[in-house]
């Protein structure tokens, strides 16, 4: 792990393998940020990819990445040459072709890109065969995303979920933003006792209402007239949307349907930003944008790599107007991306630490390095307690 901050001069601080026998500037740097992090007044958490890498099962790695997608929709393409007698390969060169790309292309986003605005303006023929292609390849995508199984484990998230959302009830509560697909949260948030509120109702009608996000949960007992809030609580956001996401085109409600066929999606292509401010995902970035502009509050990135200008865009605009608002990011190769003939919006926050802004910090370290480091300023609840009880005796009966 390293960290750079006006701390250490807006140096790189390596953090040594011997750090535990001794004292370590680096890991001292990042004890210090993280601990301000989980005591700030307003705590957000911006996620992406790099927070579901870290989930196995049987010893692999369970969430694909881009390539992995992109091999994927190969795979699938290939398969439907070989039901069809087709020559291996005549369907990926024709969406290739058909979306004006490089057959060796490795950029996935750019491809689904191109391919979606070709549907647009080729001949009607020439366009359904292409959008029958893009049917294909996004029902690939649905697929790998959706790679929990019953039996997957989430340690990592499930300790995150202890550091960062367990809250005292003199602070707000905090505030879980995610480009991922996945129910990695939600899993972890239900095996370790946490509740979730992410905007649809309590009860048997699953609709989406951004109200929800205004609501919280008290702890009251039978006979007493105080009521407590309950330490164990956060609000979710997913801003591309769910795997448990549907769409009622007829109401144009969105509800939560598990196993859905046709989830609700922002698909990678370069159009993301303008479908992030239709219903529902603006209700999102409304919720991000505002709270980026909120006094005395810390935004820990974690997994997420400032290549959606949709959502880095505000988050620049926060730093740069909100002089009480703190921005630790984390991320493995953010030393190289931050560099000058890397990512903009990470060389812009790291040009102001080298100007002295005391505000920010960038971490290269995994989800899963970073998380033990986090402090647990709250004790462990009563309901953490007897969830993880009930989980030993379920474990002892299978």
Not at 86 to 108: H, I, M, P, Y
Request: with cysteine; glycine share 8%; aromatic share 8%.
């Amino acid at each position: 792990m390293k960290i750079k901050s006006s701390h250490g001069g807006g140096n790189w601080l390596s953090v040594s393998a011997a750090a535990d026998d001794g004292p370590d500037a680096g890991l001292a740097d990042i004890r210090r940020v993280l601990s301000a992090a989980v005591r700030a007044q307003n705590l957000i958490v911006l996620t992406g990819l790099g927070t579901s890498l870290c989930v196995t099962e049987n010893g692999a790695r369970a969430a694909p990445t881009m390539a992995q997608l992109l091999d994927g929709l190969k795979a699938a393409f290939a398969e439907i040459d070989k039901a069809k007698n087709a020559e291996a390969g005549t369907r990926w060169k024709t969406f290739a072709s058909l979306a004006n790309v490089a057959e060796d292309t490795q950029d996935l986003e750019h491809l689904m890109s191109r391919a979606t605005l070709a549907v647009e303006f080729l001949q009607k023929d020439t366009a359904a065969a292409l959008k029958e292609l893009l049917t294909v390849a996004e029902s690939v995508i649905r697929q790998k995303v959706d790679f929990l199984k019953g039996s997957t484990l989430l340690p990592v998230h499930e300790a995150f979920l202890r550091r960062v959302a367990r809250r005292s009830a003199r602070r707000a509560r905090t505030k879980i933003f995610t480009t991922n697909y996945d129910l990695c949260f939600e899993r972890a948030a239900r095996l370790t006792g946490f509740v979730v509120v992410d905007g649809f109702a309590f009860g048997s009608d699953d609709v989406f209402d951004p109200a929800q996000f205004t609501y919280d949960v008290v702890r009251r007992s039978v006979g007493e007239e105080k009521s407590d809030f309950i330490e164990n609580l956060f609000h979710l956001y997913k801003l591309h949307g769910s795997i448990d996401w549907e769409l009622n085109e007829k109401s144009g409600h969105v509800s939560r349907r598990p196993g859905s066929v046709s989830p609700l999606l922002i698909y990678p292509r370069s159009n993301k930003y303008e479908m992030a401010f239709s219903q529902p995902y603006i209700e999102m970035m409304g919720a991000l944008q505002g709270g980026l502009r909120a006094s005395n509050t810390t935004l820990l990135v974690i997994g997420f790599g400032f290549n959606d200008k949709h959502i880095a865009e505000p988050i620049l605009a926060a730093i740069r107007a909100n002089l009480s608002l703190n921005v630790i990011v984390v991320n493995p190769d953010i030393e190289e991306a931050s560099g000058a003939d890397g990512n903009a919006y990470l060389a812009a926050i790291s040009s102001l630490i080298d100007g002295g802004d005391a505000r920010l910090a960038l971490i290269a370290a995994k989800f899963e390095e970073v998380v033990p480091v986090v402090p647990d300023v709250i004790a462990e609840t009563e309901l953490e307690r007897h969830a993880e009880r009930v989980r030993a005796i379920g474990n002892l009966n299978g």
